[in-house]
């Protein structure tokens, strides 16, 4: 059973950067397709962006494709979300997911562990 804890979150300004990492741990995490969901206050839990196992496919939503990057360290248990050119309506908490032997879907059916969250606050 692998456990999740992101970290990274913060106060930026519109227009800055970020860099969220999640550590996984108890699992063989090169086996894991991982993910990040966000969830805005007042709204579900979106899809972001994932990878599979090797880091070698990743997909992302609409509204952070060009602006956000996902990609893993695996000998380091390791999974990052960097974000660049942050705008206000990317405030959210931001979570990481884990689907063993998956490819990296988008939908969060699939993801069976997730870290407890982390803020992301943009300012205007």
């Known amino acids: 059973q692998v456990q999740l804890v992101e970290s990274g979150g913060g106060l930026v300004q519109a227009g800055g950067s970020l860099r969220l990492s999640c550590v996984a741990s108890?699992?063989?995490?090169?086996?894991?397709?991982m993910a990040w969901f966000r969830q805005a206050p007042g709204k579900g839990r979106d899809f972001v962006a994932a990878?599979?196992?090797?880091?070698?496919?990743?997909t992302y939503e609409d509204s952070v494709q060009g602006r956000f990057f996902i990609y893993r360290d695996n000998d380091q248990n390791t999974m990052y979300l960097q974000m660049n050119s942050l705008k206000p309506e990317d405030t959210a908490v931001y979570y990481c997911?884990?689907?063993?032997w998956g490819y990296g879907s988008t939908s969060a059916e699939p993801y069976e562990h997730w870290g407890q969250g982390t803020q992301v606050t943009v300012s205007s």
């Open positions: 108890g699992g063989f995490f090169s086996t894991y397709a």
């Open positions: 997911a884990a689907d063993q």
């Open positions: 990878t599979n196992g090797n880091g070698e496919y990743t």
